[in-house]
């Protein structure tokens, strides 16, 4: 069973960088962190949106709407995913969930969640 729990979130000014972290543990705790994993974002009424995602080869894609601004990476020791976020704007203002998906490439399949944590930028 794989859990993920995440931490960083908080208020910023625009302008401002955060980093945020995902512990990823379970029962195979060192493949898990291997796997596909993801940063998600969402704002009550819309829908879901992948911010990042990075996978077992360490290829990464960004949202066009981070793109340049944010940076996600594992630390394999710490069995951690984090993603920085610089230029922070207000419509980044989301609940920010890390997903685990598959070995190897990412599809859009992300079973495993964790349970989010708030970003609030203010102007």
């Known amino acids: 069973q794989v859990q993920l729990v995440e931490s960083g979130g908080g208020s910023v000014q625009a302008g401002g960088s955060l980093r945020l972290s995902c512990e990823v543990s379970g029962s195979s705790e060192y493949t898990y962190i291997r796997y596909c994993l993801g940063w998600f974002r969402q704002t009550p009424g819309k829908e879901r949106e992948t911010v990042a995602t990075?996978?077992?080869?360490?290829?990464?894609v960004y949202a066009d709407s981070v793109k340049g601004r944010a940076t996600i990476y594992k630390d394999i020791a710490k069995n951690t995913l984090y993603l920085e976020m610089n230029n922070l704007k207000p419509e980044d203002t989301a609940m920010y969930y890390c997903?685990?998906?598959?070995?190897?490439?990412?599809?859009?399949?992300?079973?495993?969640w964790g349970q989010g944590t708030q970003v609030t930028v203010s102007s």
């Open positions: 997903a685990r998906g598959q070995w190897g490439y990412c599809s859009e399949t992300f079973p495993h």
């Open positions: 990075i996978d077992t080869f360490d290829k990464t």
